[in-house]
């Protein structure tokens, strides 16, 4: 259960997860992580944990389906000590240190649909929404917002989410204690926060590769009425995904929406 005191059990000594502030319901954690880390003089790590929100934020302006007493929601407040240009790159790491947490915890292989979703046996299990503004001290606060369905059931959210999603307990049978997995995940997005401010982005980008899902397929990608057809070939330094058209051409793209191409199946047996 997610209380006052089981998330006070959640406090690391430094860096992410500093300070850890619960809500039983909220409307977003991104926002009351940007309002409580403008009240703070030093709020790098500090983390919202809430038990459900009512107007919770999906990537691309969608809403993120957010009911009580079951999943994950919260945010990491960052104040990057790195070079404002590479903040792309925490939308590479928060979900590789979501799968990792999982992975520890559970057993199960989740992946990485680029950018950042968490897929577990192809459905949605979880989500991430980074945000980045100036406070009114001039600094730069990112939040970096985490859903992970974990025990709520999946019919219990619309039809059209869950037509696509799926959850932890749906995958493993079996409930699963959210204090733990979110320690996991904290210790794992420290890690890899850390890997961004020794300016190591070559092993965050290797580690979002040896779990993605998405490099080597035909996908094509859509950002508002754009939409790029190719092949997934890599991601670059700034965390955009890299696109091989059938001219040759390679595209970059830093948004949107990944679809796999399903190719028809041809019936070989014939002449
Ligand atoms: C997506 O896949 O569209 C991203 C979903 C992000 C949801 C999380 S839940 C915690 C945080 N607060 C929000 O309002 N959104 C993010």
Redesign the pocket.
Known sequence: MLTQKTTASLQRQSGIGRVIIFRSCVD????TAFEQAGLSQDPHGLVVI?DS?T??????G?K?E?PPAGNI???VVLVPGFDHQDIPLLSLAAPVAAARAIHQTTGLDPSIKWP??IEISGR?A????IEARRDNRQRMIVAA???INVNSPVHSLSRETSSIATSIQQALGRPVDRIVLIAALLAEFEKNYKFLLNGNKGALIESWISINSTIGKEISVRSGTNVITGLAVGISTRGELEIRMSSGTIKRVSGGDVSVIKKNVVNRTGP
């Open positions: 977003s954690t991104n926002d809430a929100q107007r919770g934020r999906g990537r691309l969608r993120w957010s929601y919260l945010t950042n979703d949605k979880g989500g991430i929404l917002g985490i859903g």
